[in-house]
Each structure stands twice: as structure tokens, then as C-alpha cells.
């Protein structure tokens, strides 16, 4: 934490780096403290948490943090590199799926659903139990399924009408 100590101006005037909403110092912050740790390919778990020298100085939350605000970081926080990469592979290719592999309009528009949930993850998005997870998910389950990809337009619109005017 020698690092930290001597290059507090990288958290410098604290209150307003808090006040301009920037997390970019949460990628050193977790980072540092799964290599300090040896965590970095398989994280610390469910319950694992990381040392946090700027909320130690401003006293804005506990030191001690179970969370971190941006996606990509929790999961490195919790599963390692290991699930970092999984969830990214398995996005990648639900987004190729549905970019280059599917007959409509509605997969294409998913797949680019796809895409902006995977930039946010980078900047933002809890990872946590919600029903935009689970709609993510859902998604990503529709990209991978051969028989959906292979309708058109006309095909899967007919399946929601189908399905709101019939009792």
C-alpha cells in the first residue's frame, strides 16, 4: 500500500473526486488487493471483500468493501479471472450469434442489447439479483438457441401475436 501512501493525489482532493463520479480508481483499488492476496485467477468468493485506502481516507463507506459499483469488478472480485472470462466469452459469442448467425431483425436488436450491457459492465451495473440479470440472461439463452436464430421477422412476430391474442 506503499503505492497508495505515497500517490494520494491520485485520490487528491478526495470529496470531489467522490462528487465527480469516477470509479476508475476501484480498477487499482481491486486489483492491487487480489495480487496482494494471491486471488487474482479465482477471486475471493461470495463473501470475499477488498481494501479500499480511499474510503479508509474520506470515511465515505467501510474500508472493508464487499461490493464495487462497477460489473466487471465485482466479478473479478468474487470469481477471479477465471469468471471474468467466462461471463465475457459467453457474451461475445451470444452477441456473435446473434450479429452473424440469425435470420431477423429482433436477434440483431438483441445482440446489440447484448453489447451495451457488456460496455456497462466495464463503467457500471451491479452484479446482482434482478430481473434486468435475469432479462440479460434470458437473452443471452435466446442467442444460443438454433431454432429462434433461424426464424425471420414474419416468424417471430407471429409467435407474440400468437401468444397475446389467444387465451
Known amino acids: 500500500f506503499a503505492r497508495f501512501n505515497s500517490n ?6 478526495s470529496k470531489s473526486l ?3 463520479g469516477t470509479c476508475t480508481f476501484l480498477f487499482v483499488e481491486v486489483v492491487d488487493d487480489l495480487k496482494k492476496n494471491g ?3 479465482m477471486g475471493k468468493g461470495g463473501a470475499g471483500s477488498y481494501y479500499s485506502p480511499y474510503f479508509r ?3 465515505d463507506d467501510a474500508e472493508q468493501r464487499y461490493t464495487v459499483e462497477v460489473g466487471i469488478l465485482a466479478l473479478l472480485l468474487k470469481g477471479g479471472v477465471v469468471a471474468v472470462s467466462l461471463n465475457l466469452l459467453v457474451l461475445y459469442a451470444a452477441i456473435f450469434l446473434a450479429f452473424f448467425r440469425s435470420n431477423s431483425k429482433y436477434m440483431i436488436s438483441i445482440g446489440f442489447m447484448l453489447v451495451v ?6 463503467i457500471e451495473n451491479f452484479v446482482i439479483y434482478s430481473i434486468y440479470n435475469f432479462l440479460i440472461w434470458f437473452f443471452v ?3 444460443f438457441s438454433k431454432n429462434i436464430r433461424a426464424m425471420n421477422d414474419l416468424q417471430i412476430k407471429t409467435i407474440f401475436r400468437r401468444k397475446i391474442t389467444q387465451p
Open 18 to 20: 467522490a462528487k465527480a
Open 39 to 41: 486471488n487474482s485467477l
Open 8 to 13: 494520494l493525489s491520485i485520490y487528491g482532493a
Open 117 to 122: 450491457h457488456t460496455l456497462i459492465l466495464f
Open 57 to 59: 481516507q474520506t470515511g
Open 141 to 143: 439463452g435466446i442467442c
